[in-house]
């Protein structure tokens, strides 16, 4: 039953053509019919529309005639960003074989390596597939010479299509068939099922997608998580076909869904293994691991006023998205808001994007920082998630930040810019070599806080838009960090604290210091804007005293129009923040944020 099944997915860059390529696959198998081509079946949230990016796994299945056999096609569709690593790391563990499909005029690009690397981590079948092959500027023999020196694949092996136009589609789903391994797996053993994706349907609640390994699932059978332990029965079962199609059994070898009436999709965890309820021999399938998030950022109203709908809004956030975290978070400067966690700055930026379009709320977003870990005098290891956590100087034994390892793909022109950039943020270079005549791939170990701050955008320029970046987790290292501190008359402003190197730290605690004296008003007394690692002053600055009188011009005459001033001037303060006895507007402090 498994020999005629085969579970495959898609590495691809974004822009290479993955969704017009699973579109052309859906419409030669007949699974759909010629659709208008805008729409495309497997990004179908919105936003990954608007900005091209597949977010989450999803599963279609495919029906496919040859030679008088019938196969059943499934087509995992993986995420292409880093950030979402781990979610891919499932994906590519359900299938036997990825099909590696490369720009014929892009070539190939950083995320196309990583994930391949991925994929043959995972020991999948790799077929080299170049696309765009209709395009004039097409150059398909350096490509698949650049895919050998990169990923080692034969160039005989690459299958050449347009997912545009459909030629050489025919010919792929043969090599589909042909070279990629049917599943094993047998349906008679117990059941182990991979929960590699799920979302959440406003009727049904968790849909929970899984790649059964071993045994059958059926519909009304009690199920369990062997990670979580919660249990569950089996409402529906089925699979995508791209709707979903019920059915009353899903086998060894098949990819499909459940719905178990679980109400948050909390309570489902990628990785998780399903087993039947009360079965004490199936064991937990390997690579399970929580999400880690590694970017932090604060998210504030700026009105007060809007902190509940902030908070409605991120809720329902969380509920499609397991791996966001969010808790509130109380800040002298901005008021009540939430201390958010993300997988990484695309994430951060997706979920940004989601709660601008959908909802109304003006927000203020500190500078987003990395999770870092500090040593402490006791010897504790404690994982730090914002700046103001981090203690005294005098209790530090050692401070480690993350290291990520960066793949940057560029041409032969642009290397020596990249290279002084890599530089210039403390990467250390692992590694040099040439794809082709004028393609190089440069490794460079880089702190994620360099990473995080702009090095894709500062990337991206330096190489007219032709660099790509990729980056995976290396793990911790120690470095030479502080945190530094904005006092205002010797009161801490925690929104203001950052940990920066401490060879930064003047240079950036003396602009910081300017930035923000330049946006307090002037006081009855002197105001002095101090920069500090713990109780050592770095950089400081002072706002002269004035004597204001907002009543003087008024010369004691007109009551009613002192009384008018005076509720002026009070609305105004309303939105000033107090930090000790110094007033400062929201409005300022927004200012020395908005450019870290
Ligand atoms: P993401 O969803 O952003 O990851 O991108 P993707 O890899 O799914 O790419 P998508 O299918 O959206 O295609 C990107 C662009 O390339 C679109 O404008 C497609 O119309 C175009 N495209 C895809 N395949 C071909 C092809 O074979 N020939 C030509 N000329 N254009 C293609």
Redesign the pocket.
């Known amino acids: 039953m498994t020999a005629n099944i085969r579970n495959f997915c898609i590495i691809?860059?974004?822009?290479?053509?993955?969704?017009?390529?699973a579109d052309r696959l859906l419409e030669h198998t007949g699974t759909v019919m010629n659709r208008d081509k805008k729409e495309?079946m497997l990004?179908d949230l919105e936003l990954?529309q608007q900005r091209?990016?597949?977010i989450k796994a999803r599963a279609v299945r495919m029906r496919y005639k040859q030679d008088g056999q019938e196969y059943e096609l499934n087509l995992i569709d993986t995420p292409?960003h880093v950030d979402f690593q781990y979610e891919v790391s499932r994906s590519l563990a359900c299938c036997e074989g990825a099909l590696l499909l490369v720009d014929a005029f892009q070539g190939v690009e950083a995320q196309t390596v990583a994930n391949a690397f991925a994929a043959m981590e995972h020991e999948l079948h790799i077929v080299p597939v170049i696309?765009?092959?209709?395009?004039s500027m097409a150059r398909p023999e350096e490509v698949a010479e650049e895919m050998m020196n990169a990923l080692g694949t034969d160039p005989d092996d690459c299958v050449r299509?347009?997912?545009?136009?459909g030629i050489g589609v025919d010919e792929l789903l043969k090599t589909i068939v042909a070279k990629i391994p049917a599943p094993s797996g047998d349906p008679d053993a117990t059941l182990q099922a991979m929960v590699f994706d799920s979302n959440y349907d406003d009727y049904r609640g968790a849909i929970t997608y899984v790649r059964v390994m071993q045994g059958t699932v059926r519909k009304g059978q009690k199920i369990q998580f062997i990670r979580t332990g919660s249990q569950h029965e089996v409402v529906e079962l089925g699979q995508f076909v791209p709707q979903r199609e019920p059915c009353d059994t899903l086998s060894a070898g098949q990819v499909g869904y459940l719905i178990c009436n679980i109400k948050s999709l909390g309570d489902v965890h990628i990785g998780d293994t399903v087993s039947i309820t009360g079965d004490k021999h199936a064991p937990a399938l390997p690579g399970y691991s929580r999400p880690k998030r590694m970017v932090y950022c604060g998210l504030f109203p700026s009105d007060g006023q809007d902190f509940s709908e902030l908070r409605d809004a991120l809720e329902r956030l969380a509920v499609n998205d397991p791996s966001f975290e969010f808790e509130p978070e109380t800040s002298d400067a901005l008021g009540f808001g939430f201390r958010c966690g993300f997988l990484g700055l695309l994430h951060m930026e997706i979920i940004q994007q989601r709660l601008e379009n959908e909802s109304n709320i003006d927000l203020v977003q500190t500078a987003p920082n990395v999770t870092y870990e500090v040593v402490n005098k006791r010897g504790e290891t404690v994982t730090i998630h914002k700046p103001q956590d981090v203690p005294d100087p005098g209790d530090i034994e050692e401070f480690r930040q993350p290291i990520v390892r960066c793949n940057v793909i560029v041409p032969g022109d642009y290397i020596g810019a990249v290279m002084k950039l890599c530089q210039e943020r403390r990467g250390i270079q692992k590694n040099q070599e040439y794809l082709g005549a004028n393609r190089a791939m440069l490794t460079y170990d880089i702190p994620l806080a360099e990473v995080v701050y702009d090095l894709h955008d500062k990337i991206k320029s330096c190489t007219r838009g032709y660099g790509t970046l990729d980056y995976e987790m290396v793990g911790y290292e120690p470095a030479d960090l502080c945190r530094m501190d904005i006092m205002v008359n010797g009161n801490r402003v925690d929104a203001l604290s950052i940990v920066c190197n401490r060879a930064d730290a003047d240079r950036r605690g003396r602009a910081v210091a300017k930035k923000l004296k330049a946006e307090i008003e002037r006081h009855m007394f002197e105001v002095a804007v101090q920069a500090a690692i713990g109780s050592r002053v770095i950089a400081r600055e002072t706002v002269p005293a004035m004597r204001k009188n907002v009543t003087a011009k008024c010369y004691g005459g007109d009551i009613t129009r002192k009384r008018k001033l005076l509720q002026k001037q009070k609305e105004g303060k309303k939105r000033m923040k107090a930090i000790g006895n110094v007033e400062i507007s929201q409005k300022a402090f927004m200012a020395v944020l908005s450019d870290g």
Request: glycine residues 12%.
């Open positions: 691809a860059h974004i822009d290479h053509g993955k969704s017009t390529l495309q990004d990954e091209g990016i597949t292409g696309n765009k092959i209709d395009l299509v347009s997912a545009k136009t």
